[in-house]
């Protein structure tokens, strides 16, 4: 049965709170690209659950006027799950950050995307823990010097993508956190897949670790040496559309069109609906230039089908309608 | 069709009796039991049964430790326990006999299989000398038998039967005989066996054929000489199925489900002794649940919580070291006021403890093993059939009151069975759940009903009430994060008041035997069997002092619980662990002395320590 979905505009989806985030925080670019793709989704409000764990990311659903919970740490991706097995008909976002996903909620983590249950979680990533003011991450460099590594961190980095797509995810996403109108169009094209997408969103924190992505993002430098992929075009980058990825053995290597005979038809074409995560790991992992946009989408059938279909093939095989059918049947005796 | 009279020898009525069968791991004395007990079901008897395996999978052959257990007791009066001490023990090797001859009763029966008593198997049971030669057994009735050969020779025209399978068949050998010694048909199992092999006709042809041959062996061999009867009990009327305490827990909470229209969800994470009701509700998605076997002990109950902010009936299920895994969303639970029902299938303990083994010694992280303030109800089930009873009200309680409740059973009866007294979903009581469709006016989650002060469930998909929940304080009014002093002084004693209310809608604790007089017995959960048969059997000898008051609503107690307390002179409190529930109600009842009876072997109480104990303070 097709139902009406009612149009709403971005206000519909602010809540009445205060937003509380650091003036800068690239928090408020996501919070406003999230309030701008909704109403292009397709969805009724009610509809729509924000689940959080713990850190500044972990607010979110406070802002939002739509259902919500704001969990415990690192745990969203489970209490995420719960709500949709127990109703599928609702879009179901998951909001995490680097620490709170990788560290202590690695294993939901890496489960959720294993299962490939229909939800979407936006993981904030800045390379530091902010909301306990200035520890280093699982996703801080080698070096790095926090609160808890005054002398450098010695403890290597995660790649969420890298450990996303070996975790089984079928759709990454990785955007810039200043770029809202990119981040909008991936929100929703998370929303249309059917089964887990994980949007990595590169998030400055203005406190604790300004400029962490500013050599990729800032607005000088980004179209030199951010790669967007977008399915089914060359990836091709730089300010002159001059650069781009050829595959060179078993390496990515960046070549200059137009030298050395190179042409636009020798740069490899996205496809990020190949099953074979191999190049979408290899895009993930290359430090130049920094990948972004959507690096893998392969459809794949989600948990929910699976038990749905299970259900019904019980059903069809019992005679179980109502408990008492079981408590009744089988070895029972009568006592006059 | 086998003749069920007993000629020329001599039959001997008895009121009850316990028989143990005993074996290797892998020797089948889990189904043997099993057979024993819901045959003597269907015929009538009570019974109560518990397993007693080793936590190996399959432990080396005829070692000491790795010794598998069951034991059945059988009556054609109430039974409220497995009993204590054996009349029958059945042991199909040394090491079974050496470990479990203490339990057998001086001059009563014990039956061998003699071909397993060889050098090999005595030198692994660390025997010097073969028991059945040396004499020391000479206080007991020894039934030898060959089991082995025995089998062996009923198998031997049957062709296409490799040597395991005539093996492991001689348990049918024992249960034969044991069902003519206590007059009840092989029938059962004979179905029982056409059922289980139903696409292999060789196996319910050998299983029938080794059966049938003990049997028959029994009833021509001059070596028993005495039957026995155990006549029907006298339950009340109406239609029963022995059932474990898992399985009964778990059927309360389809119960519930269907009772209160909503969808179960169940968010788990194996763990023994707690896996048995993962496996029960996973088998009946026919119903509608939805089970998740998550990724850890965290995921289990928060998937739980998520399924239940959007409108499931969730639980979940888990033992000891689970629990305390658990801790932190349980106050999530707690601090949302969302419903959820928590099993703990207690275990001894600390840490991995005695896994396989019955323990009460998690009543105190039940109560308290959350950070900050946080209140949860707890409930406690106390025979394998009241799971049922304790896993509805658990979900009733946590629907109509929007709070956690944890609901504790224990290693033993939840592997116990007994029988159960069909109760269809129409005897059932109500269950109201707070969902609402619509709000009103000035509607907030968190406002409160005034008898319960519960709030009200508003889950996605209903339009206008979209909210958000989340583990920081609230403000009363409004829902919203505060961190405005006054008001989290006002919410947490708001918290707590609403588990005191609960008392309203609780039994009253109703002591047994007498109501008032020098010694009550106090107990709580699974020990219910076997501190009743104790204070029973004291009444019977004519002590009409002494009452016995068992405990199922621990938090909040029931509302008659002091002045209950205070018409005894001594108070007694039997608890399987240091005296957990003697704190709490220390505390509860500060001008009351309280003194204790406890064990921590990972066993349950036996009748005789109970009675001993108890005497003291009568005479």
Redesign the interface.
């Known amino acids: 049965m097709e139902t009406t979905v009612k149009k709403y505009t971005f206000r519909d989806f602010a809540s009445d709170q205060e937003v509380r985030w650091c003036p800068g925080c690239d928090d408020y670019v996501i919070l406003r690209s999230m309030q701008k793709a909704l109403p292009e989704m397709g969805v009724n409000k009610e509809d729509v659950v924000f689940i959080s764990g713990i850190g500044c990311s972990s607010r979110f659903p406070y802002y939002m006027d739509t259902y919500g919970m704001h969990g415990i740490h690192g745990r969203a991706p489970a209490i995420a799950t719960g709500v949709k097995l127990a109703n599928p008909g609702l879009s179901v976002w998951v909001i995490t950050g680097d620490g709170d996903s990788m560290a202590i909620g690695g294993n939901h983590f890496i489960h959720v995307l294993r299962r490939n249950i229909d939800l979407n979680i936006i993981l904030f990533n800045n390379k530091i823990y902010g909301l306990t003011k200035g520890q280093f991450s699982p996703t801080s460099s080698v070096g790095q010097k926090t609160k808890s590594s005054p002398y450098g961190n010695t403890q290597p980095p995660f790649l969420a993508g890298e450990l996303a797509i070996g975790s089984q995810a079928r759709f990454f996403a990785r955007i810039a956190g200043n770029m809202p109108g990119e981040m909008t169009d991936t929100l929703i094209a998370a929303e249309k897949f059917n089964g887990t997408s994980l949007i990595e969103v590169l998030q400055n924190c203005v406190i604790f670790n300004d400029g962490c992505f500013t050599e990729f993002t800032d607005k000088t430098v980004r179209e030199d040496r951010q790669l967007h992929v977008v399915h089914g075009e060359p990836m091709i980058f730089g300010k002159n559309r001059d650069k781009g990825l050829v595959l060179n053995g078993l390496k990515l290597e960046v070549v200059t069109i137009g030298e050395q005979g190179i042409t636009e038809a020798d740069i490899l074409v996205h496809d990020a609906c190949e099953q074979d995560p191999t190049l979408h790991q290899m895009l993930v992992r290359l430090s130049f230039p920094l990948v972004t946009g959507i690096i893998r989408s392969y459809a794949d059938i989600t948990l929910e089908e699976r038990e749905d279909a299970l259900t019904a093939k019980v059903k069809a095989n019992s005679d179980f309608v109502k408990t008492d059918d079981l408590f009744f049947s089988g070895e029972t005796y009568t006592v006059e | 069709m086998i003749n069920l009279k007993n000629s020329e020898q001599d039959i001997n009525a008895l009121e009850a009796v316990v028989v143990r069968f005993v074996g290797d791991s892998g020797d089948g004395m889990q189904l043997t039991g099993t057979q024993f007990s ?1 045959t003597s ?2 015929f ?1 008897n009570d019974v109560a049964t518990f397993p007693n395996y080793p936590s190996e999978i399959r432990a080396p052959q005829g070692s000491l430790y790795g010794v598998s257990g069951f034991q059945v007791h059988i009556g054609s009066i109430e039974v409220s326990t497995p009993g204590d001490n054996v009349d029958l023990l059945v042991a199909m090797n040394p090491a079974g006999l050496k470990t479990n001859l203490y339990a057998v009763k001086p001059g009563h029966t014990i039956i061998v299989d003699s071909d397993s008593f060889t050098k090999k198997n005595l030198e692994k049971a660390e025997y010097d000398t073969n028991p059945l030669e040396d004499g020391s057994l000479e206080n007991y009735r020894v039934i030898e038998v060959a089991m082995s050969s025995l089998t062996k020779e009923a198998l031997k025209d049957l062709s296409g039967l490799d040597n395991k399978i005539i093996t492991r068949s001689k348990n049918m050998f024992a249960l034969g005989m044991v069902y003519w010694m206590y007059h009840r048909s092989p029938e ?1 199992t004979i179905d029982f066996v056409n059922k289980k092999f139903k696409n292999n006709p060789l196996l319910i042809e050998a299983n029938t054929r080794v059966l049938n041959a003990g049997y028959y062996y029994s009833e021509t061999l001059e070596l028993i000489p005495n039957s026995y009867t155990i006549a ?1 009990a006298r ?8 059932i474990m305490g898992n399985t009964a827990t778990a ?1 309360g909470f ?2 519930a489900a ?1 009772k209160s229209g909503l ?1 179960l ?1 169940l ?1 788990s994470y194996p763990i023994t002794p707690a896996s048995d009701i993962l496996h029960e509700l996973v088998k ?5 649940v ?1 089970t ?1 076997q ?3 002990e ?2 289990g109950i ?11 009936l ?1 639980i979940t299920t888990t033992s000891g070291p689970g629990l305390a895994l658990k801790g ?2 349980l106050g ?1 639970a707690m601090m ?1 006021e969302l419903p959820l029902v928590i099993v703990d299938v207690q275990r001894g303990g600390p840490s991995t403890g005695l896994p396989t083994k019955t323990e009460q010694s998690d009543l105190l992280q039940a109560m308290y093993g959350r950070n900050g303030e946080s209140p949860v109800i707890v409930i406690a089930a106390s025979t394998p059939a009241n799971c049922f009873d304790y896993a509805f009200q658990a979900a009733k309680l946590t629907l109509e009151h929007m709070t956690p409740v944890i609901l504790l059973t224990d290693g033993y009866i939840a592997n116990g069975s007994a029988p159960w007294k ?5 005897e059932l009581p109500e269950i109201r759940h707070r969902q609402v469709k619509e709000g009103g006016e000035n509607w907030s989650p968190y406002h409160r009903d005034e008898a319960t002060l519960a709030r009200s469930w508003a ?14 304080e609230k403000d009363a009014d409004t829902g ?2 505060s961190y405005v002093p006054e008001n989290h002084e006002y919410m947490t004693h708001i918290r707590a008041e609403k588990i005191k209310r609960v008392q309203d809608f609780i039994p009253e604790v109703t002591p047994e035997f007498a109501d008032e007089g020098d010694l009550l017995v106090i107990g709580w959960g699974g020990t219910y069997g076997a501190l009743h048969t104790a204070v029973k059997q004291l009444n019977q000898e004519g002590f009409s002092n002494i009452g016995f008051a068992h405990f199922n609503y621990i938090n909040p107690l029931p509302p008659n619980t002091g002045e209950v307390l205070k018409r005894f002179k001594t108070l007694i409190v039997c608890e399987l662990n240091s005296g957990q529930f003697s704190k709490i109600l220390k505390i509860n009842f500060s001008g009351l002395t309280f003194l204790q009876y406890n064990k921590v072997q990972g066993l349950p109480f036996g009748n005789e320590e109970l009675v001993q104990k108890f005497k003291h303070y009568l005479v």
């Not at chain 2, 928060?302 to 499931?312: K, L, Q, R, V, W």
């Not at chain 2, 069909?422 to 129409?426: C, K, L, P, T």
Request: charged share 15%.
């Open positions: 819901d079901a269907m009538g059962h029907p339950m009340p009327p109406g239609t029963y199925r022995v059927w389809l119960a269907e969808e969800f968010g009946h998605k026919h119903f509608g939805k998740l998550a990724e850890d965290i995921a928060t998937s739980a919580i998520g399924a239940s902010f959007a409108g499931n969730a932190e969303a999530l949302v069909i109760q269809s979903v129409a889950v996605p998909g209903t339009p206008g009430l979209e909210h958000r929940v989340g583990g920081l919203n994060v």
